[in-house]
């Protein structure tokens, strides 16, 4: 086999013009495993017959080749002056021809890059590219295709390189960024406990403040004269605390995940929910603190969620100031109604395209999980049923964790059969194809549609309300379609029969059986590119209150 050598024109002081190099090759053939079978000596480096003798005497000294490997009658007989570039045979090899030699780097590609030619990162992609270009068409072409489906592959949902990179890189940065800035010592002393707001199955939440730096933690005043926290000004920070439950079998395990994929969702998709600030350990039992028993805790929202808000008569008019800025004008109620519900689905949906760009399956989408700030932000919360598809955390094949309200027909997010998830780089690496054969994101979808019926309709937001819509769905076929034409109930669909009916369009598409493809309901992505949102009137009133709330 041939092989060649590249020798710096610096080991050569006989010779001195511009060209870099001259190119040795050799045959690693026995008995002479360096045979010098050819070399490209440039034609400067042979002008004279003494830089060529000197040049050979080089070449035997810097290889301490064995002579007979370099035929005696070549030191006689100096190359022709005239031939640039001149290649010279020696010895009757019959190896086959050494490869081409390599391309010069790409300098012109790089300086138009305005990449610095002396970084040797920059030299390297240079070299690639050069060897790129030297390569048959053929290969070329086939080399660029398994690129492209590599980088298809890769970056498709649920998104295996974003997802390294968020564990190898983001995850590590967000901990030590969080230790530095002591967001990971939270103690049971920096918080003080208000009122009991929610219990789950495995958590209680209270609302809570952060003890101001420096001063003692007040005194807490507890049964009737505890005052609500919001009233008292000592405590700017106000926090939600979540107990986990001890000794509730799962409640620990829920609470590490839940724990796990708030910070997650911080990197992922900050915007779309509660910021979330930490956790800790209480070190002592003392009134709603149990020792060792772990607390979590998120910046409070608002006080109020999409359920309480739907709960009010008024709803959604109970909106439209902290969506819209203040009324909107020129617009009959039900327009007026049906832009404050197209502008929390937007919102709604929105959260949900980042968060299953992730991976991320909440699997518990409901208006008292989505939290209304007072800028008028739908923010979801309670991660504690969530699931990542990316690497099937909080994933258990036959468990189906759910609001039987909102879940949709299949009841699982992928199905029943799927096996336990794999060592996590390999569920990652696998994870592209769970999502194109099983799409789980489409889980989420139909919760998202329950919402949307209930906030279009009054009849619908009622418990019993929603059970009735549930069962006769069910009925139908979960065909919205048939539903609607064999209700016995007059429902109320006004808002989503709006422009040509595309409101209610949009919740046929998400409101319905999954099929024998696992498809057929719109993703979040696609649901976004749905009519009903394309005609922005919604975003257009948000936008004209922000630019009158900044002036
Ligand atoms: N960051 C937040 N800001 C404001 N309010 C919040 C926040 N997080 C939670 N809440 C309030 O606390 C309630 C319960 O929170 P969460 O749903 O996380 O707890 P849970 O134990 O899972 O309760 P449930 O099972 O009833 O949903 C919410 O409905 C909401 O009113």
Known sequence: MASSLLLPRATFPTTKHHHPTTVLHFAACKPHPHRLIRCD???????????????????????QADDSSIPDDLLSAPPPVTVPDTQILLGADQSPPPPPPMPPIRDDLLAALHLDATNPLARAAGDAISRLESLPDTQRWALLAIAAATYIYLTARPGVLSGAIDAYLLSPLQLALDTVLGRRSLKMSDFVVGERIGEGSFGV????????????????????????????????????????????????????????????????????????????????????????????????????????????????????????????????????????????????VTSLKRIHGTGIVHRDIKPSNLVVTRRGQVKLIDFGA?????IGKNYVPDRALLDPDY?????????????????????????????????????????????????????????????????????????????????????????????????????????????????????????????????????????????????
């Open 386 to 390: 969530a699931t990542d598809l990316r």
């Open 41 to 63: 000596a440039a034609a400067d480096d042979t002008a004279s017959g003494d830089g060529w003798s000197s040049l050979l005497d080089e070449i035997r000294g810097s290889l």
């Open 407 to 551: 879940c949709p027909p299949e009841l699982y997010v992928l199905p029943e059969e799927t096996p336990q998830p794999p060592a996590e780089p390999i569920a990652a690496i696998l994870s592209p194809i769970l999502w194109q054969l099983n799409s789980p994101d489409l889980f989420d979808m139909y919760s998202a549609g329950i919402v949307l019926m209930q906030m279009a309709s009054p009849m619908l937001r009622s418990p019993s309300g929603l059970k009735n819509f549930n069962s006769e769905l069910k009925a139908a076929g979960y065909d919205l379609n048939r539903w609607r034409e064999n209700t016995r109930r007059r429902t109320d669909l006004q808002i989503l029969d709006l422009d040509s009916g595309r409101g209610w369009d949009l919740a046929t598409k998400l409101i319905s059986q999954r099929g024998a493809n696992k498809r057929g309901r719109l993703t979040a992505a696609a649901a976004l590119r749905h009519p009903y949102f394309l005609l922005g009137g919604d975003q257009a009133a948000a936008v004209l209150s922000k630019l009158s709330l900044s002036k």
């Open 205 to 348: 939440v209270y609302a809570g403040a952060v003890v101001p730096k420096g001063g003692a933690a007040p005194e807490r005043r507890v049964g009737k004269a505890k005052t609500r926290l919001e009233m008292d000004d000592r405590y700017k920070e106000k926090v939600i605390l979540k107990k986990i439950k001890v000794g509730t079998t799962g409640a620990k395990e829920c609470g590490d995940y839940e724990e796990w994929f708030n910070y997650r969702v911080a990197r992922a998709a900050p915007e779309s929910c509660a910021e979330f600030l930490g956790s800790f350990v209480a070190d002592k039992t003392k009134s709603e603190f149990v020792k060792g028993g772990k607390w979590l805790v998120w910046k409070f929202e608002g006080d109020r969620t999409l359920a309480n808000y739907m709960s009010d008569r008024n709803f959604p008019f109970n909106l439209e100031g902290l969506m819209f800025g203040r009324t909107v004008q020129g617009l009959d109620s039900t327009s007026r109604a049906a832009l404050v519900v197209k502008q929390v689905m937007r919102q709604l």
